[in-house]
């Protein structure tokens, strides 16, 4: 006999089961991102995983969970690992923002809107919009990162802006390789386009 939550749960019991599955994942990625990767060095360079699974997690789901991602990320670093006030409380978040806004997936209703302005109304393959996101996000904390070592020191070395370059080049690879997991964890679906849907043709005698 199966239980009664396996058989039929009731919506807020799924709810709050994909949420705590949902906060319970976000930690593992934390604790990996401060135990395990520093660990992980390719040319002296440690990728960042927290951007990653930014990226995954705002191409496979809504856009305002991905800035709440980017949220609870920034404050976690804030007070666990804290470098320059409020460093990691800005930049997540604002990270996330850029990300959600231009890589999302767009909604049917979305997708309609811009077909009838005469826009293409598609939305690109997620495989090729995720490891975009995350060099869009490694983009903006790398900027503002080189941004403020310039301010308070007068002097940019070369080598941090390579540096910064191969940590953007490998999160986005590894945005590439998480997102096969990531995504058939949280059982993301590629999104279905009106386009692509055949609608029924009128029987004609």
Known sequence: MRKWWRDRPHPWLRWFLFELKFFLFLLLCYLVHVTLMPYVRIFGITPNLLMAVMAVLIVGMDRWRGVWIGLIFGIILEVMQPTQSLFNLLLYPIAAIF???LFYTKD???LEYERSIGRSGRNTSPWLRT???AATHM???STLNLLFIYLRSGDLPLSFILKALLNLVLT???AALLMFPVRRFFRIEDPVD???VKRPV???R
Do not use: F
Request: aromatic share 10%.
């Open 172 to 174: 986005s690879l590894l």
């Open 202 to 204: 009128p029987y004609v």
């Open 139 to 141: 983009l903006i904390y």
């Open 131 to 133: 490891p975009a996101c």
């Open 194 to 196: 009106p386009a692509d």
């Open 99 to 101: 990300g959600a806004l």
């Open 108 to 110: 049917e209703e979305r």
